[in-house]
């Protein structure tokens, strides 16, 4: 999440400090050479600003200033790079910093065209003016008539002076010389929407992508058709050409296909396919080298190398983040470097608080790894596990064995996961004798330990297993262990006492070794979710009528209740009671504050409790996590939007 994109309100107590996960988006990377330092340098969009990486490692070199509102086109030259928001266009140096703005257009600005000591802008109705970047002052302006030439792409062709090619949806392109305000000539077109244009290694010569998913290399000197491509993907969203003497043209697509084509033999030679989960936003050969930049919506950013006889690329280096929206988020550890977050994308990932570099990805979760492997499949889409829903993880034995536990959306098993080697785990965790198709599992934890895995069913059971061996190790209770769907399970820091609730609105103690029920106790309404904090037996419980308890386990009495939400809460981080919750109009977060000991050592005590708003949302946030190595206000929010993890400045 941006800084200040979805925060409507000043803070007193948090201030954004930094985004995690954000790569890319749908918007067209662009690629500049530093002729000073030797280096390719690749900027990619992510809202409101944009990063720029060192090619050469895809190490994050710089983050620009936000903008106020979304970026919709970028640009670049040797000296600026140029982004676009709303009907007004920045220059920025060092790729941070604004130093030209220009105002003019009406509508909203859709392509940016460097032009020497001038850049030339478009906007959706089409209306085509050219800066004098230095001065900031208009040069010229050109108007044309949406209904017969709505422009879609814009190039410089090389070596043609004072001169731009404007292509329409309505198929035809025309030429102009800016210098002279004159149409040069009109290219007819082949009737079919233009989407991309890219100048040739050859001089006067240009590729054309259409709508039609056809490519035309066309000399726009002679007006003549050299060759003629055509990809079964749907419209060309972008074109590249090799530079590095091998006559390869790469095409992309709208599902995030390649198409590689031999200029020479006319003839498609390979296919990338699922370079990307989405549309191919934008790709760059580098000049002289086999390389190629591709970004996406999925936001990935991806170098792939071409060195292999066959042609094909293959994965060089990546940043990668979530392509859907997260559905849970959790420090891994106990030193708040690590963040484990799941989402609706199907994978597991962490993110590094300290440096990027230190990011990994988990993965995907298979259903049969060892199939998959067997088979060689290179398509693994139809035995991917669905989202993970819950997660829990524990440090204490990860160089031993698994470590994490995930419930996935519909699935009765439970995946593990090892986070030192990066992958999906050995075992999936599920009652052998049960086999209905209707019961899935809905709460999981870990003891502190390492050794145990606690699984909730919605059928009521609650079964516990050894994540060293993976066989179940008994269930609590005669038959099941609640009559509802069992809503959270947590084990205290010495194994001794086990908690669960259900649906049904019971909450129930039992004794972790024999499995026997200690206590029970009715709540005010269906329990939503739970959490515990083991370093104080504090747990909080959060309901169905949007109000939240907090229990002393060693009393067993509700210690303080909040009331007064106005919808569902999202996520109980422990060290301070924080919650997220909804009205029709925006999302709020509110933040209660115990005066006295912080639920960080040894008992504490809640002498007195204040309310404070923090700020509203207009976006559902879906998972938060407080740092817990510290009595700083750190904490990490995940959008469902911008998939993104906020970091607030620590405050006293």
């Excluded at 200040?4 to 995690?20: D, I, K, Y």
């Excluded at 936000?66 to 266009?89: E, K």
């Excluded at 990546?318 to 484990?340: D, E, K, V």
């Excluded at 198709?437 to 606690?454: L, R």
């Amino acid at each position: 999440m941006e800084a200040g994109s979805e925060c409507r309100t000043a803070s007193a107590l948090f201030a954004g400090f930094r985004a995690l996960g954000l790569f890319s988006n749908d918007i067209a990377h662009v690629v500049r050479f530093s002729a000073l330092k030797r280096r390719f340098y690749v900027t990619t969009c992510v809202g409101k600003s944009f990063h720029t990486y060192d090619v050469q490692k895809l190490s994050l070199v710089a983050v620009s200033n936000s903008v106020p509102q979304d970026i919709c086109c970028m640009a670049a030259d040797g000296r600026l790079v140029f982004a676009a928001y709303g009907n007004v266009f920045s220059a920025f140096a060092r790729n941070k910093e604004v130093v030209h703005t220009f105002k003019g257009h009406k509508a909203e600005i859709h392509l940016l065209q460097p032009f020497g000591d001038h850049v030339v802008s478009v906007d959706t109705d089409s209306i085509v003016i050219i800066w004098h970047i230095y001065s900031e002052e208009e040069y010229l302006q050109l108007t044309f008539d949406k209904s017969v030439f709505k422009i879609s792409a814009i190039l410089h062709p090389s070596t043609y002076l004072n001169k731009i090619l404007l292509g329409s949806e309505q198929g035809s392109l025309q030429l102009w010389n800016v210098k002279s305000n004159k149409l040069l000539y009109t290219f007819p077109g082949w009737k079919v929407g233009v989407t991309a244009l890219q100048q040739a290694p050859a001089v006067d010569v240009v590729a054309i992508g259409l709508m039609s998913g056809q490519v035309i290399i066309h000399n726009i000197k002679f007006n003549e058709t050299l060759m003629k491509f055509r990809q079964d993907w749907g419209p060309i969203t972008s074109i590249s050409f090799r530079t590095d003497g091998h006559p390869i043209m790469a095409a992309g697509s709208p599902c995030g296909h390649i198409g590689l084509w031999d200029l020479e033999d006319k003839k498609l030679i390979n296919q990338m396919r699922n370079a990307h989960s989405t549309a191919i936003a934008g790709m760059t050969f580098l000049h002289r080298e086999p390389l190629l930049v591709t970004n996406g919506a999925d936001n990935a950013l991806r170098i792939w190398i071409f060195d292999g006889p066959t042609g094909e690329g293959r994965l060089l280096r990546f940043r990668m983040g979530h392509s859907a929206p997260l559905t849970s988020i959790r420090y891994y550890g106990q030193n708040g470097q690590q963040i484990l977050s799941a989402s609706q994308d199907g994978t597991l990932q962490s993110f590094s608080t300290i440096h990027e570099k230190f990011n990994k990805s988990l993965g995907h979760g298979l259903i049969n790894k060892k199939r998959v492997k067997r088979k060689g499949l290179q398509n693994t889409m139809s035995v991917r596990l669905p989202p993970i829903t819950k997660f829990a993880a524990e440090e204490a034995r990860e160089s031993d064995w698994d470590g994490i536990i995930a419930c996935h959306q519909g699935k009765l098993s439970c995946s593990t996961w090892n986070y030192q080697r990066s992958t999906i785990g050995a075992y999936f965790l599920k009652p052998k004798e049960l086999k209905s198709d209707d019961v899935t599992a809905t709460a999981a934890d870990i003891t502190s330990c390492g050794n145990f895995a606690v699984i909730g069913l919605s059928s009521g059971t609650v079964d516990v297993y050894n994540m060293q061996s993976g066989i179940h190790r008994g269930s609590f209770g005669e038959g099941q262990a609640h009559k509802g769907s069992v809503r959270g399970v947590a084990v205290d820091g010495l194994n001794q006492l086990t908690i669960t609730t259900g649906s049904e609105g019971l909450l129930k103690f039992w004794n972790f070794k024999n499995k026997t029920l200690i206590h029970s106790m009715n709540l005010n309404s269906s329990p939503n979710m739970m959490l515990l904090h083991r370093d104080s037996g504090i747990l909080g419980l959060a309901l169905d009528d949007f109000s939240i308890s907090v229990l002393d386990i060693e009393t067993r009495k509700i210690v303080r209740e909040f009331s007064g939400h106005q919808g569902q809460i999202n996520d109980m981080p422990y060290r301070l009671l924080f919650v997220g919750l909804s009205s029709s109009q925006c999302y709020y977060v509110a933040y209660w504050r115990f005066s006295g000991n912080f639920p960080c050592g040894p008992p504490w005590n809640i002498s007195m409790v204040q309310y404070f708003p923090v700020f509203s949302c207009f976006i559902t946030a879906t998972s938060y996590r407080l740092c817990p190595f510290s009595r700083d206000a750190s904490w990490y929010l995940s959008n469902p939007r911008c998939r993104s993890i906020r970091r607030n400045n620590r405050t006293k």
